[in-house]
C-alpha cells in the first residue's frame, strides 16, 4: 500500500499542484500508518478477523465509513491517497464535476479483477460497494456544503439588520415590496447562512418581530464571497 501510494503521489503532486499534494501525502502517510498500528493491536488483543459472521452487516460498515471519510477529505480539497488521487484528476482535467462518478470510473477495474481473484461474491460486492461508496461519497459533500436561503418579509428591518450586521457579521440584500392582502410595505431581507446561524437568526426574528414571515431553504451550492470560489 504504501509504495503504490508513493507512486500516486508523485502523479498528484505533477497534475494536481503542491498544496492537494501536501495534505494528500499527510493523509496517506496517516492512514498507512494507522493500518499497520491497527493490524499489531488487533493481533495483540487476539481479536478474531472478521468481527461478524455477517458479510453484509461488515459491507455496509465498510462502505458507510470509508464513503464518509472520503468525502471529508474531498471537501478539504485532499484524499487518502491511493485511487482518490486518480478521481481528482479526473475531475480536474475532465467535464465530470461529481467526485462520485470520477471515484466510480478509477476503482470499477479494479473491483471487477475481483471477480477472477477472489471469487463471484467478492467481485459483486465490490462491485455494489463502489455504487454505494459513490453515491455516500456524494450525499456527504452535499451535506457539508449545504447552506441555508433565509427569506425575511418585515416591517422592522432596523430591528433585525444590526443583528445580521454586527452579531454575526454577514451580510444581506433587501428591497421593498408591498403585501398583497393588507397593502402595507414590507421589507424583504435575503442572507446565506450557515445551519447554526440560520438557527439563531430564526430566534432572534421571533424575539425582535414576531409578525415577520421567515422563510429558509435549503441550498447545495453558493458561489462568492464568504463562500465557496467560482473556480
Given amino acids: 500500500m504504501w509504495i503504490i501510494n508513493v507512486i500516486l503521489l ?21 492512514y498507512t500508518l494507522e493500518s499497520i498500528a491497527l493490524e499489531y493491536i488487533l493481533k495483540a488483543v487476539k481479536v478474531s ?16 465509513l470509508t464513503g464518509a471519510g472520503a468525502a471529508i477529505l474531498f471537501n478539504c480539497k485532499a ?11 479526473i475531475k480536474k482535467y475532465t467535464n465530470i464535476k461529481n467526485i ?9 477495474l479494479i ?19 463502489l455504487f454505494a461508496k459513490s453515491f455516500i461519497v456524494d450525499g456527504v459533500i452535499e451535506s457539508i456544503g449545504k447552506n441555508k436561503y433565509i427569506t425575511i418579509i418585515t416591517a422592522h428591518p432596523e430591528h433585525i439588520a444590526p443583528f445580521i450586521l454586527d452579531k454575526m457579521h454577514r451580510g444581506y440584500t433587501a428591497y421593498k415590496a408591498t403585501g398583497g392582502f393588507s397593502g402595507d ?11 447554526g446561524e440560520a438557527l439563531k437568526l430564526k430566534y432572534q426574528v421571533k424575539q425582535t418581530d ?7 431553504t435549503d441550498t447545495n451550492e453558493i ?9
Fill in 49 to 64: 478477523l472478521p468481527l461478524t459472521n455477517h458479510v453484509f452487516l461488515e459491507f455496509v460498515f465498510a462502505m458507510l
Fill in 100 to 108: 462520485g462518478v470520477a471515484l466510480f470510473i478509477t476503482d470499477i
Fill in 79 to 89: 484524499s487518502s491517497g491511493g485511487t482518490d488521487i486518480i478521481a481528482l484528476i
Fill in 10 to 30: 508523485i502523479i498528484g503532486f505533477i497534475f494536481l499542484g503542491k498544496g492537494c499534494s501536501f495534505k494528500t501525502a499527510y493523509c496517506t502517510m496517516a
Fill in 111 to 129: 473491483a471487477a479483477s475481483a471477480f477472477f481473484i477472489f471469487g463471484v461474491q467478492t467481485g459483486l460486492y465490490s462491485v455494489l460497494g
Fill in 223 to 231: 458561489l462568492g464571497k464568504g463562500f465557496q470560489s467560482s473556480d
Fill in 185 to 195: 410595505e414590507k421589507t424583504v431581507m435575503l442572507c446565506i447562512l450557515n445551519r
Fill in 210 to 216: 414576531p409578525e415577520a414571515f421567515v422563510i429558509i
